[in-house]
């Protein structure tokens, strides 16, 4: 059976999760919320007072269970939601997510979780990197000020201290991280669909994609799928 993927990309606060679960609720996929994988990771090693600088810290990661269920994050069986969400580890989560031991070993595990469900998965790198074969990629991006904005009131909803001003400046300093970083930077995959959703809903957004994902499974339904051999061509 030939699982099917939807790639979400782009920058800290563009909508990306939000988007996901709604388009997996839609097309009846597993959602797999990459960022929050790597917020796991930022908060273990905080909890186990590592040197997040140190790439040779994280492997804890080895003896680490992630996984989804109902679209909840489960950390070694413990619900994380509101955790990982907490300003010390949104801080620090782009300089853990820039060690290569710690991408290699949760892109594993994502493209494990593809391997057996149809995903809608959101990240910086799933079109790029995770999933280079999806269906369809989109590159979801927003300007700052929209972005923070976004932040601060899902941090409002979930009762954490947020400072608008504060966001801006950590959304500014994550964007630079996560697109210079030498290993697997944020960018934009040759084939993925630039999506600017500043003056967009979430509703909108969803609309927009959920139509050029099926359109794009119905183009790709109505080709052939030729088969391949492996044995040489002898004339």
Do not use: C
């Not at 839609?26 to 790439?55: F, W």
């Not at 997510?97 to 959101?122: E, F, G």
């Not at 300007?143 to 500014?172: F, P, Y």
Request: glycine share 4%.
């Amino acid at each position: 059976m030939k699982y099917r993927a939807l790639a979400i990309d782009g920058p800290a606060g563009a909508g990306k999760s939000s988007v996901a679960k709604m388009l997996a609720k839609q097309l009846n996929y597993t959602y797999v919320d990459t960022g929050a994988m790597y917020r796991a990771a930022t908060l273990k090693a905080l909890a186990l007072k590592v040197d997040l600088d140190n790439p040779e810290s994280f492997s804890f990661l080895d003896n680490t269970k992630m996984e989804f269920m109902h679209e909840v994050l489960y950390l070694d069986g413990k619900d994380v939601t509101i955790a990982i969400r907490s300003n010390s580890v949104s801080n620090n989560v782009s300089v853990v997510a820039s060690h290569i031991p710690v991408r290699n070993r949760l892109v594993a595990l994502q493209q494990k979780i593809a391997d057996k469900n149809h995903v809608v998965m959101d990240g910086r790198d799933i079109g790029t990197v995770v999933l280079p074969n999806a269906d369809l990629k989109i590159f979801l991006t927003a300007s700052v000020e929209e972005r923070a904005k976004r932040r601060h009131a899902e941090n409002v909803s979930l009762g954490i201290d947020s400072d608008l001003e504060r966001l801006k400046k950590e959304i500014e300093r994550r964007d630079q991280i996560d697109s210079s970083r030498s290993y697997n930077p944020l960018r934009v995959a040759k084939d993925a669909i630039f999506v600017d959703t500043s003056a967009m809903d979430l509703g909108e957004v969803t609309a927009m994609i959920y139509d050029l994902y099926k359109k794009k499974i119905d183009e790709k339904e109505e080709q052939p799928e030729w088969k391949t051999t492996n044995n040489p061509i002898k004339n």
